[in-house]
């Protein structure tokens, strides 16, 4: 599916159609290395969480009017992420899509995604989800071996994944990724090879490859920190490995036809995902549920070239989300700098990189030079590379693997961000 010319490059305020993500926080059970705010509740909160979802959707043009922006009334990407979305049952997906599709115009071409846990999509829903017109589905298979699912909690085996994209198939959707996440405890260099086969094997035309977080929002990321051996903590593998394993990852999947095109993603041409494409090219998206992101613009005025941004975020407790209790968890303003620093970090992570013509249209060429000279001299230092014919800066290999240490020089170029250019 090609990508609309808005999407296809950065872009600040430009693009005048939507992304929809729609968070859904409920799982079946919870893995031990997830930090997501989801959880485990009762299908009878289902009812209650649909209700406030379409409540959300009916009242975003009027919330977003109040706070001065600019909501696209044109969607041309939708994901459901969560959780494991497919828990709702199809009359659920029916009232979301009713809703949707009397508060915005959706694209003919609209990308529609849904996540899915292997094992765990009925044949009801999978029936609404084709009936709403679902075109992509991203199925969270992170291993292909039986015992590190097991291990890390996750209630499906090889079979399921497999038995899963052939119903999909038949079911008419073509468009699938397939998860996989490296450092999973009992993982090691040969199994994540196996892993990687199969998912070549199957022949989706993308894939996403993350690397285990460990952070205090998990529980085996706790035990971690805490030097423990619950959750299997002690087979975990190394960050070296964890490191190999990536790039392995890098090498097998551009062997076989799946580029990588973001730090995370790869795909085969024109199956890049439109929807995530919006977050590293800062085209807006608004986000609704439980712990749920939104970009969104100012309205265009004539006295501020570079309408600032709002980045928004909702509660991640599913109580107070259901109570209608401060349903925004952070909010924050980013006047031009603030965007020249994102601008950067979030265009870095894509494989085409930062053109040097995009950042001089979108923020003046004195404006942006001493970003640029954080550029040049990160070149010199191995970690981002610059396409002399393209003008264009991209992460080097090295960078990829220190990314976050990388978008950190980029802070540190304007001392004073919020001060207007
Ligand atoms: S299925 Fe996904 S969201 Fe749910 S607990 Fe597991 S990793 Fe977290």
Redesign the pocket.
């Known amino acids: 599916m090609p990508l609309p010319p808005q999407i296809e490059s950065s872009s600040v305020g430009h693009c005048q159609s939507l992304g929809l993500y729609l968070s859904i926080p409920f ?1 079946r059970s ?2 031990t290395y ?1 930090n ?1 705010a ?1 959880g485990v509740y009762p299908a009878s909160h289902h009812d209650q969480y649909v209700e406030r979802l379409v409540g959300d959707l009916r009242a975003s043009g009027s919330q977003a009017a109040e706070r001065g922006l600019h909501l696209p009334q044109t969607v041309d990407s939708i994901y459901f992420g ?3 979305p497919v828990l709702l049952s199809s009359a659920h997906f029916h009232t979301i899509f009713r809703a949707i599709g009397e508060i915005f115009a959706l694209t003919a071409e609209a990308e529609i995604t849904v996540e899915c ?1 292997p094992g765990q999509l009925s044949d009801s829903t999978l029936d609404a989800l084709v009936a709403c017109g679902v075109n992509r589905v991203s199925l ?1 298979a992170q291993s292909f071996i039986d015992r590190e699912c097991a291990t890390s909690g ?1 209630l499906h085996t090889r079979a399921d994944v497999l038995t899963d994209l052939k119903r999909l198939r038949t079911a008419g959707i073509e468009n699938l990724n397939l998860d996989l996440l490296a450092g999973l405890a009992g993982q090691t260099i040969h199994s994540w090879r196996e892993s990687i086969d199969i998912l070549l094997q199957t022949g989706v035309p993308h894939a996403s490859v993350y690397m285990l977080e460990i952070d205090e929002d998990s529980r085996l990321g706790r035990e971690l920190l805490q030097g423990g051996a619950r959750y299997y903590a002690g087979l975990v593998p190394s960050d070296e490995t964890i490191a190999d394993m990536y790039e392995t990852a890098i090498e097998l999947f551009s062997s076989a036809g799946l580029a990588q095109y973001e730090i995370s993603n790869f795909a085969r041409p024109g199956f890049a995902s439109r929807h995530n494409l919006r977050y590293w090219c800062r085209a807006p998206y608004l986000g609704l549920g439980v712990d749920a992101s939104s970009m969104l613009f100012a309205e265009e005025n004539a006295d501020e070239p570079t309408p600032a941004s709002l980045r928004l975020t909702t509660t991640s407790s599913l109580d107070d989300y259901l109570a209608g209790i401060t349903p925004l968890a952070e909010q924050s303003w980013l006047g031009p700098v603030q965007q020249m620093e994102e601008f950067w970090f979030l265009g870095l992570r894509r494989n085409s990189g930062v053109a040097v013509t995009d950042l001089m249209h979108l923020f003046g060429a004195e404006a942006a030079q001493p970003s640029l000279a954080v550029a040049h001299r990160l070149v010199a230092e191995g970690l981002l590379c610059f396409e002399r014919h393209a003008e264009r800066f991209t992460l080097s290999p090295r960078g990829r693997l220190l990314s976050n240490n990388v978008f950190a020089e980029f802070l540190a170029a304007y001392p004073d961000p919020a001060t207007s250019l």
């Open positions: 799982c919870k893995c997830c997501f989801s969560g959780g494991t846990a969270g996750r």
